[in-house]
């Protein structure tokens, strides 16, 4: 946050999504220090809310990297499939219930579109690993977790009914590779920093 005018326009993509998922976690946290229980949680609408500006935010984010070819295709065709899956899910549970199916399929999506950049950026075998390309840590942390996770919320409402089930021990895999990301997010964040050169008047 203090550093935030040292950042690129990407990394401020990156860093605003960070921000803005301290909101529902921050809403979790109330709702479960005062014991607040109620049949459709006020959580999960702020988890919802913070859906759409995570899908608004990182198709922005990677739009920049598919300015043409079947790559771009791909790319807009899933963000339109990902925004009516939305829509049609809001419609037919609530905007109260949260949409674990949505979220999944958008994962999945996060995850393809990772995996394009990626095969983009080094389909040349001449391309040399740059570990201070932050870019990348923003990349692989966003993959680790989309992909890793997918399981987690697909499994979500069973998880929650089922409260001695084994697979309660999939939230520590979620809790693993939330860490990752972070990290990962942090480290992108520091490089970008250490980079940073004030415009010459």
Partial sequence: MFF???????????ALIVFLACVPHI???????????????????FFNIYMIQELLFLAIFFNQFFPSGVKKTIFRTSVVLCFLLGVMLII?????????????????????????????????????FNTSYSLLFYIFGLFFYTSCTILV?????YIRSHENSYLKNLNAIHSIYNVVMYVSFSIGFIIEVKLFR???S
């Fill in 153 to 157: 919320f697909g499994l979500w409402d």
């Fill in 92 to 128: 037919k549970n609530g905007f109260t219930n949260f949409q674990t199916i949505w979220l999944c399929f958008n994962n999945i999506a996060y995850t393809m579109w990772s995996l394009l950049l990626l095969y983009k950026l080094y389909e040349r075998d001449d391309t040399v």
């Fill in 198 to 200: 004030p415009k010459k």
């Fill in 4 to 14: 935030y005018r040292k950042l690129s326009a990407d990394s401020k993509w990156i």
């Fill in 27 to 45: 809403v979790t946290y109330v709702e479960s220090y005062f014991e607040i229980k109620k049949e459709t949680p006020v959580r999960y609408v």
